[in-house]
T-cell receptor
């Protein structure tokens, strides 16, 4: 079953913050986050393994609550380079990806 | 090579034709994955190899799709009797494939398949 991401799209100004959510109807043991720029391959951001654990990449961090079966990605003081589509993936050998959140950062 | 490579980068074919898409994973990566991505959607799982064997092929849409990885490195995705609905970007990814560990997947640039 595909994880559900929200919002579907977000537009913000450089320096603003954003939160992207990922939830699953099935039990989660870990969550992967990827970013894909237009016409390019998805690029790995981070994996979250335990409940409540937070990981960071640049000024991007994430949390994972396995009891609530959800993960959130936090983009702080966004930069133009953060623009792209963010996918969460839930692993079962392969990854089942959400439908993505399109993030646009404007100058 | 430094990353996952895929060839061709673009493939245009006619309905009913046969196509082969190639993936060259990162050296030493035992796990290899094929995904298909349509516009505005996340990658959709097709098949996963651990070494030479297909560990999970539950994502293949029908028997027109087949994939091999005979020597545990390069993989070929084969599509017979192509249909217009097969048009998509086909992504390949590889990972270390360590048992019991979360394996970061590295994606190739994809092959854009267009069926006319």
């Amino acid at each position: 079953q595909q994880p559900v991401q929200s919002p579907q799209a977000v537009i913000l100004r450089e320096g603003e913050d954003a939160v992207i959510n990922c939830s699953s109807s099935k039990a989660l043991y870990s969550v992967h986050w990827y970013r894909q720029k237009h016409g390019e391959a998805p690029v790995f951001l981070m994996i979250l393994l335990k409940g409540g654990e937070q990981k960071g990449h640049e000024k991007i961090s994430a949390s994972f609550n396995e009891k609530k079966q959800q993960s959130s990605l936090y983009l702080t003081a966004s930069q133009l380079s953060y623009s792209g589509t963010y996918f969460c993936g839930t692993p079962r050998g392969q990854l089942t990806f959400g439908s993505g959140t399109q993030l646009t950062v404007l100058p | 090579g430094a990353g996952v490579s895929q060839t061709p980068s673009n493939k245009v074919t006619e309905k009913g034709k046969y196509v082969e898409l190639r993936c060259d994973p990162i050296s030493g990566h035992t796990a290899l994955y094929w995904y298909r991505q349509s516009l505005g959607q996340g990658p959709e799982f097709l098949i996963y190899f651990q070494g030479t064997g297909a560990a999970d092929d539950s994502g293949l849409p029908n028997d027109r799709f087949f994939a091999v990885r005979p020597e545990g490195s390069v993989s070929t995705l084969k599509i017979q009797r192509t249909e217009r609905g097969d048009s998509a970007v086909y992504l390949c990814a590889s990972s270390l494939g360590l048992a019991g560990a979360p394996n970061e997947q590295f994606f190739g640039p994809g092959t854009r398949l267009t069926v006319l």
